[in-house]
T-cell receptor, first 115, second 117 residues
Framework: DARVTQTPRHKVTEMGQEVTMRCQPILGHNTVFWYRQTMMQGLELLAYFRNRAPLDDSGMPKDRFSAEMPDATLATLKIQPSEPRDSAVYFC?????????????FGDGTRLSIL | GENVEQHPSTLSVQEGDSAVIKCTYSDSASNYFPWYKQELGKGPQLIIDIRSNVGEKKDQRIAVTLNKTAKHFSLHITETQPEDSAVYFCAASTLNAGGTSYGKLTFGQGTILTVHP
């Protein structure tokens, strides 16, 4: 089965450090989503790309978060500087964005802890 | 924007019983409703989905129903097994400001399902 691959699976770092999370979408998928999951807020959409172009990053704190797709096989989410409130599980999902209602396939996430 | 409410937050059943999870949505233009199962330490896994032109869809022991008029949809699991224990999320596809859906999903808060042997 094709899968979305996320690295690292776990990250513990101190406040103020830069954090980079990586995602390899399923080959052939042209849409990539970044989500954050916390107990309080549930699953929140942070950013969305189609054909490597950012289409919606309204859910992302712009001052410290940035998302990019250097190429079709890699999406990155960076936090600089990191804060304890950024502690969460970050998921990447990919799909075939041909219009409404396309399934999204999730990776197993990066569990981030900011001390 | 879209708002999705999911109930119950926890559900405990005996093996072999049925389980039903319900969701309501606010945006009448939403037209795609997937259900995800999330196991501990894993990402959400798509288990079934339904589009607004269909009222019901079934896949082995799981089924989803959609009532567009009432703006609610439900997940039904029959003959539950201990391996069905997980967190289940419903979601609805949201239109953007221009009225064109690009697949953005709004998720419910999740239901913790426990199936006792």
């Amino acid at each position: 089965d094709a899968r979305v691959t996320q690295t690292p699976r776990h990250k513990v770092t101190e406040m103020g450090q830069e954090v980079t999370m990586r995602c390899q979408p399923i080959l052939g998928h042209n849409t990539v989503f970044w989500y954050r999951q916390t107990m309080m807020q549930g699953l929140e959409l942070l950013a969305y790309f189609r054909n490597r172009a950012p289409l919606d990053d309204s859910g992302m704190p712009k001052d410290r978060f940035s998302a990019e797709m250097p190429d079709a096989t890699l999406a990155t989410l960076k936090i600089q500087p990191s804060e304890p409130r950024d502690s969460a599980v970050y998921f990447c999902a990919s799909g075939l964005g041909q219009g409404a209602g396309q399934p999204q396939h999730f990776g197993d996430g990066t569990r981030l802890s900011i001390l | 924007g879209e708002n999705v409410e999911q109930h119950p937050s926890t559900l405990s059943v005996q093996e072999g019983d049925s389980a039903v999870i319900k969701c309501t949505y606010s945006d009448s233009a939403s037209n795609y409703f997937p259900w995800y199962k999330q196991e501990l330490g894993k990402g959400p896994q798509l288990i079934i989905d339904i589009r607004s032109n269909v009222g019901e869809k079934k896949d082995q022991r799981i089924a989803v129903t959609l009532n567009k008029t009432a703006k609610h949809f439900s997940l039904h699991i029959t003959e539950t097994q201990p391996e069905d224990s997980a967190v289940y999320f419903c979601a609805a596809s949201t239109l953007n400001a221009g009225g064109t859906s690009y697949g953005k999903l709004t998720f419910g808060q999740g239901t913790i399902l426990t199936v006792h042997p």
